[in-house]
């Protein structure tokens, strides 16, 4: 059962009731990306307290009464959500962070916080009976669609940029996705994969274009409120491309205010690379989001024109939050400091988090007395290239103990 009262236009407020196929705003187009309205009356009722003391599935989907979509039989897919909220003892020392806390995302079944979305699109297809879903993507909304889908048995088409590093890429493959590897940017992918889906008409898992993908992404923030025993902490930090995973953090927090069982939402901290900034430009320059280069190592949050702007500036300003841009070479410093000192490995993206929020800590943005969650967005194997630029050198020997007790010591 799905407690949704229907659909509201982001940029004209329309309303409309609900209907499956309906993906944006009809007078506005493409960009009126939709909000999915809930009858929250109705969720109070079954999202108790009490509910989760007694409810035994650990995915995401036992956040079902707050989503769009209903899964069916939840064992045909793989199990997406459940990730480790860890409280981070080292970093508060190396930072001076009162309390941070990581959550790690790079343990869902394809390695990135994208499963959450890929779940819902995959069962609103399989609700649909849509043959083929397909989407573009930096790579990790790619890789998660073909893993999801080829759990349950569905094909999929995907665009990716160039650039796509190749444990993305041999995510894809190994998951029998047909690839399509646009010579160009991700903007080039993006352009691509509507009119092939226009043209064909295979499901669209194009995060900001579908509004139930935000309502899977959403499910993070409420594992972390769940996680935090419903205290939530001041800030949360997530590194940001189109914007579709900020906005569902805003979301979670938002149902979770309205069912009466948090009493306010955390300010959200935007984080983008300075290599790739159109947030930060806009909010920095207050003006509207102009496109810029995609000149980041941070693949996942490289887009120059984000798709979800409206959801995305929106969710920070109504936090009360704020947006920092910060440096390749720092985004990598913070994910070898993540991973010696608390056993971590987040790609570039992830550790972009950590990074923005040390650098708004020194700001004075946030606040010494107050406490952090990082969104540790998906998993450092993906992309091991960057990695080793920071990781450091292993040391070399001949087979031989003298050799090694010079190095080790008596
Ligand atoms: C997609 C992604 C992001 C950013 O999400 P958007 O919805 O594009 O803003 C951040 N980190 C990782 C690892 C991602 O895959
Ligand atoms: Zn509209």
Redesign the pocket.
Known sequence: MVYIKGYECTICNSQYEVNEKLHTCPKCGEKGILEIIYDYQKIKSKMTKSYFANCTDNSMWRYHYTMSVEPGLRSKYLRVGGTPLYKAKHLCDIMGFKKIYIKD?GVNPTA???DRASAVAVADAVALKAAIISCS?????ASSLAGNAARIGMNTVIFVPERTPEGKLSQLLIFGAKVIVVKGSYRDAFEMSQKAIKKWGWYNRN??INPHLVEG?KTVALEIAEQMDWKVPDWVA???????????VYKGFHDLLQLGIIDRIPKLLGVQSDGCSPFVNAYVKKQKIEPTEENTI?D??S?GI???PVK?IRAVEKSGGSWIAVSDHNILKAMKTLGSNEGIF??P??A??LEGAEEALKLGIIKPDETICI?A??NGL?DTKNALEIAGKPIYIEPDMNELIKIIGK
């Open positions: 995302e990135s916080l994208k993507s930096t790579g990790n909304a995060a900001a992404k997530v590194s940001v491309g189109d914007g579709c995973t900020i906005a569902g941070a996942s949050i887009v984000p798709r979800n995305a987040t790609e993206a992830g972009a988090s969104i967005t998906g993906k």
